[in-house]
C-alpha cells in the first residue's frame, strides 16, 4: 500500500504581538531618523548664519578700505547739505567734491532723504549701495547699470530683505534677515543685530532691536575696550528668534561679556546656559554660540 506524503505545514499568520514588535521598531528608527534629520537641519542654519556674517565682516573691511570708515550704527540719510552734520560728513568721505559749490542748505536730492536707519538698516545702504546696486562713482546715488561703481559689498537676497518697521526699526528701509525661521514672530528670520566702530575704535551706544555693543574689559562705567574694538560687531539671535541684552549699563556699573557667564549684578551679561542670549552668533567669541565659554 502507497503511503501518502504528509501535507506540507503551513506557518500560521503573525501574531499581534509580533505586528506590535515591527510597529514599535519602525517607530523607533522613525524617530532616530527624524531626530538625526533635524540635527543635520540646525548645524545647516547655524552654518549658514556663521557664514552670512563672515562674508558681511569681509564685506565691512572692504568698504573701509575704499571709504575709511565702517558703515555707522545708525545713521540719517542727509536732506540738505549741512558742513557740520556727521551724517552728511561720511558722504563727503565718500565723495569729497560732492555738493562741494553749494551753500549749505542746499537740498541733496538723495533718495530717502531725511530717513532713519538703525544699525542693520545702515550696513544693507552702505554695503548694497541705495537701490543694492553699488554706488556710483561721482555722487551718493545708486550705480543702477554703470559700468564703473563700487560695490555692491555684499549680495543681499531680496528674499532675506523686508521692511525694517516690521521689526521696529525706525523706518521702512530694508533690513537683512537671518535664516532662522521663527513663526508666528519672524518666520522668515530675524534682522541681525549690527554696530560699527567710529573715530578711535570705539562703539556708540546705540541700540539695536534691544542689543548694545559689546565690551571686553571696563572701569566702573568707563569702557577701557570693546570688544572688537575698531572693527564691527554682526550678531544673529540664533534659534530662538530673542537677543540677548549686549552690554547695556548695569548700575554704576559697565556690564561686561563673558561667554558662558551669568551674573548681572556683578557687570557680566546674562550669556550663560538658559539664558535668552546664550544661542545667539556673533563675529566673536570663536565662531561658537555666545553661551559658550572659550
Do not use: H
Not at 504528509?6 to 510597529?23: G, M
Not at 542748505?105 to 550696513?123: D, F
Not at 555693543?213 to 575698531?230: D, I, L, M, R
Request: hydrophobic share 40%; net charge positive.
Amino acid at each position: 500500500m502507497t503511503r501518502r506524503p504528509a501535507p506540507a505545514r503551513t506557518r500560521a499568520a503573525f501574531t499581534i504581538i509580533e505586528l506590535l514588535i515591527v510597529v514599535v521598531i519602525i517607530a523607533l528608527l522613525a524617530a532616530m531618523l527624524l531626530a538625526g534629520i533635524t540635527k543635520v537641519r540646525k548645524y545647516a542654519v547655524a552654518t549658514q548664519v556663521t557664514n552670512d556674517i563672515s562674508l558681511l565682516e569681509t564685506a565691512c573691511v572692504k568698504f573701509n578700505q575704499d571709504f575709511g570708515f565702517n558703515p555707522p550704527s545708525t545713521f540719517t540719510i542727509p536732506a540738505v547739505k549741512n558742513s557740520a552734520d556727521p551724517n552728511f560728513i561720511l558722504f563727503t568721505k565718500m565723495y569729497p567734491r560732492w555738493m562741494s559749490a553749494v551753500a549749505d542748505g542746499t537740498a541733496t536730492g538723495l533718495p530717502n532723504a531725511g530717513v532713519v536707519l538703525n544699525g542693520n538698516q545702515s550696513m544693507v545702504y552702505f554695503l548694497g549701495g541705495p537701490g543694492n546696486n553699488g554706488w556710483a562713482t561721482d555722487a551718493p546715488l545708486d550705480a543702477g547699470a554703470a559700468t564703473t561703481k563700487k560695490g555692491p559689498y555684499f549680495d543681499f537676497k531680496p528674499d532675506r530683505l523686508t521692511p525694517g518697521s516690521a521689526f521696529g526699526a525706525p523706518s521702512a528701509l530694508p533690513v537683512f534677515l537671518d535664516p532662522y525661521k521663527n513663526p508666528p514672530a519672524a518666520p522668515n528670520g530675524t534682522p541681525y543685530a549690527y554696530f560699527g566702530s567710529v573715530a578711535g575704535g570705539r562703539y556708540p551706544a546705540v541700540a539695536c532691536f534691544g542689543v548694545m555693543p559689546f565690551v571686553e574689559t571696563a572701569s566702573g562705567a568707563t569702557v577701557v575696550k570693546y570688544v572688537n574694538q575698531g572693527t564691527v560687531q554682526i550678531i544673529s539671535a540664533g534659534e530662538d528668534g530673542a537677543f540677548g541684552p549686549g552690554c547695556p549699563l548695569v548700575g554704576a556699573v559697565q556690564c561686561k561679556y563673558t561667554a558662558g557667564q551669568s551674573a548681572p549684578a556683578a557687570g557680566i551679561s546674562p550669556y550663560g546656559e538658559g539664558d535668552v542670549g546664550a544661542d545667539d552668533i556673533a563675529n566673536f567669541n570663536g565662531g561658537s554660540k555666545l553661551g559658550v565659554g572659550k
